[in-house]
T-cell receptor
Framework: TQLLEQSPQFLSIQEGENLTVYCNSS?????LQWYRQEPGEGPVLLVT?????EVKKLKRLTFQFGDARKDSSLHITAAQTGDTGLYLC????????????FGQGTILTVHP | DTGVSQDPRHKITKRGQNVTFRCDPI?????LYWYRQTLGQGPEFLTY????????KSRLLSDRFSAERPKGSFSTLEIQRTEQGDSAMYLC??????????????FGSGTRLTVV
């Protein structure tokens, strides 16, 4: 069974601060996705990383896939109150066809 | 296309009753997935359809759960004899692709089930 450990589980910061969320596994994933979810809504895809060592930037968000494709990180620069939400990492295994294994999620609260 | 649609958005039912949820995927997507999410947790995979064929089912999907995707379009998830432990958000997602290639993964807004 493939598992993804996401940390921290909760993050409460002030507007303007930087933060990093980590996603770790002992399993290799063919790709890894990051999602943001609002209360009462489904997850919304932010990015997919496929290649080991890949770095993708989405405005103030930077996503990195580990060289061995077992871990990933999400870094947010100068957080804003609108970044508040649940952040989820999800991995696609090497033998499954699009089935996602999710981490437990990180609840981010950005205070004004 | 308006994305992945799920109906109803909320369902409250008494223990022991049967419930059915519907998912309408993005029309050009051939893959459809059902996930379940409890409060404070990430979604857990339930089942996967490639067109009309149900190709994978999780051990979480007990014999009280059944899913269909007739004609490879919309899908239904039925829970028979609901239990309080079935209370969760049921999420549907769709994507397009073949083999290990997977594109446009999109989730619906979910159906929140409360069993009382």
């Amino acid at each position: 069974t493939q598992l993804l450990e996401q940390s921290p589980q909760f993050l409460s910061i002030q507007e303007g601060e930087n933060l990093t969320v980590y996603c770790n596994s002992s399993s290799v994933f063919s790709s890894l996705q990051w999602y943001r979810q609002e209360p009462g809504e489904g997850p919304v895809l932010l990015v997919t990383v496929v290649t080991g060592g890949e770095v993708k930037k989405l405005k103030r968000l930077t996503f990195q896939f580990g060289d061995a494709r077992k871990d990933s990180s999400l870094h947010i620069t100068a957080a804003q109150t609108g970044d508040t939400g649940l952040y989820l990492c999800a991995g696609v295994g090497g033998t499954s066809y699009g089935k996602l294994t999710f981490g437990q999620g990180t609840i981010l609260t950005v205070h004004p | 296309d308006t994305g992945v649609s799920q109906d109803p958005r909320h369902k409250i039912t008494k223990r022991g009753q049967n419930v059915t949820f519907r998912c309408d995927p993005i029309s050009e997507h051939n893959r459809l997935y059902w996930y379940r999410q409890t409060l404070g947790q990430g979604p857990e995979f339930l089942t996967y359809f490639q067109n009309e064929a149900q190709l994978e089912k999780s051990r979480l999907l007990s014999d009280r759960f059944s899913a269909e995707r007739p004609k490879g379009s919309f899908s239904t998830l039925e829970i028979q004899r609901t239990e309080q432990g079935d209370s969760a958000m049921y999420l549907c997602a769709s994507s397009s692709g073949g083999g290990r290639a997977n594109y446009g993964y999109t989730f619906g807004s979910g159906t929140r089930l409360t069993v009382v």
